[in-house]
């Protein structure tokens, strides 16, 4: 009788333990690819959220450019400056992407015409990404691109 218990005090927290497990919620993963994490930055910068923008961006790229804005406090040198820049400049159309790679926590993907105002990104260009937080983030100077060419 005594085993008879145990077995089913056992079976219950087991049972107990499983439907707690699976009543969690999902872990989000974020951007699962390079070509992922380009196609929310290209959505974020379209509809200039500043926030969602930076979100797809390695920390190296977020640290340069709160240290540009910083160090600059001008409107001109702020991120929300910057992502309307890239918003105006950004290619109207989501760029042709190809060669996708991923080694361990660091991948590239080749694109075409990101931005429609420099002559660098209107051929096909590698950008770098990185994995952080398990998601994949631009960490490329090519969000830098988008500078206005204006004299």
Do not use: H
């Amino acid at each position: 009788m005594k085993l008879f218990v145990n077995f089913g005090l056992i079976f219950s927290i087991a049972v107990v333990l499983f439907n707690s497990v699976s009543c969690l919620p999902s872990i989000s993963v974020g951007n699962t690819s390079p070509k992922d994490a380009l196609q929310k930055f290209y959505g974020a910068v379209q509809k200039g959220d500043v926030k969602a923008v930076r979100q797809t961006l390695s920390r190296r790229i977020n640290d340069r450019i709160d240290t540009v804005a910083k160090s600059n406090p001008a409107p001109a040198y702020q991120p929300e400056t910057l992502v309307e820049t890239m918003r105006k400049n950004l290619s109207p159309q989501m760029p042709a992407v190809r060669n996708e790679k991923t080694d361990g926590n660091w991948g590239t993907l080749a694109i075409d015409a990101l931005f429609t105002n420099d002559k660098n990104t209107r051929t096909r260009r590698t950008v770098s990404f990185v994995k952080e937080d398990y998601s994949w983030k631009i960490d490329d100077d090519i969000v830098f691109s988008a500078e206005s060419n204006d004299e």
